[in-house]
């Protein structure tokens, strides 16, 4: 009898334990997770190019700069979504990391040795509009009021 009563008595410890623990664990978690999503910034820009290899390469150039968390480039657009952590990295490394793999960015422009070394098909036109939805609607500005 003695030991059944020490046994329930054990699980009934360990069951109060977990429980605080649980409890504790969540509180923790949340604050952790709430402070990363605020140093995370949101920027988007523009960037030339033609295909899905310029969506890999400018892509990959972003990602491969330290606090960069995700990038997106849109085709149609010729405009990057780059999410990342300003407290590791700021826009313009960015921007540069982008121009060294031979893409244009709205701030700097595309190394000239990388470009030459793209395939052809991405040997995208200089003249190219960036960030074409911004610029759309600047032109449809002019044409209203402003
Ligand atoms: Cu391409």
Redesign the pocket.
């Known amino acids: 009898m003695k030991k059944v009563i020490l046994s329930v008595a054990v699980i009934a410890a360990l069951g109060f334990t977990s429980c605080k623990n649980e409890t504790k664990k969540e509180t923790g978690t949340t604050t952790t997770g709430v402070s990363k999503d605020m140093a995370m910034t949101d920027l988007s820009f523009g960037v030339r190019?033609?295909?899905?290899?310029?969506?890999?390469?400018i892509e990959k150039a972003a990602n491969g700069v330290d606090g960069v968390a995700s990038a997106n480039w849109d085709v149609d657009k010729k405009k990057i979504d780059v999410s990342f952590d300003d407290t590791k990295t700021d826009a313009m490394a960015i921007h540069k990391a982008i121009a060294a793999s031979g893409y244009d960015t709205e701030k700097v422009a595309g190394s000239e040795e990388a470009y030459k070394d793209?395939?052809g098909?991405?040997?995208?036109d200089h003249e190219m509009m960036m960030n074409q939805s911004g610029e759309m609607k600047s032109e449809d500005h002019s044409n209203h009021d402003n």
Do not use: A, E, H, S
């Not at 190019?49 to 390469?57: E, L, R, V």
């Not at 098909?121 to 995208?124: D, G, L």
């Open positions: 190019g033609n295909c899905g290899m310029c969506k890999n390469t793209l395939p098909c991405c040997k995208y």
